[in-house]
Nanobody, 117 residues
Framework: QVQLVESGGGLVQPGGSLRLSCAAS??????????MGWYRQAPGKQRDLVAR???????NYADSVKDRFTISRDNAKGTVYLQMNSLKPEDTAVYYC?????????WGQGTQVTVSV
């Protein structure tokens, strides 16, 4: 059974930091072959890409998080991370982990991030 388990969300003040983790298990094929992404969905809005790290380790980011967020992966641990700095209230959302290696595509259950005073 495939599982993507996110952790690290919570309540933080503006300007603060959080580190999200997503641990994968049960994936068909090696974790290292998967493109891994973090998406977020705020209430009443669509789910949008935040950051993605490809199997070759290149990364790309949404313009709104560039220079504040960093995505990384540890293939030995089957885990992808999202370091979030200088958080803003508009970063408040449920953050989802995604694993993609066609034809396989999997989602985690999401972790809530709330940025508020």
């Amino acid at each position: 059974q495939v599982q993507l388990v996110e952790s690290g969300g919570g309540l933080v003040q503006p300007g603060g930091s959080l580190r999200l983790s997503c641990a994968a298990s049960g994936l068909p094929n090696s974790f290292s072959r998967y493109d891994m992404g973090w998406y977020r969905q705020a209430p009443g809005k669509q789910r949008d890409l935040v950051a993605r790290i490809l199997s070759g380790n290149s990364a790309n980011y949404a313009d709104s998080v560039k220079d504040r967020f960093t995505i990384s992966r540890d293939n030995a641990k089957g885990t992808v991370y999202l370091q979030m700095n200088s958080l803003k209230p508009e970063d408040t959302a449920v953050y989802y982990c995604n694993a993609n290696h066609l034809p396989f595509n999997y989602w985690g259950q999401g972790t809530q991030v709330t940025v508020s005073v």
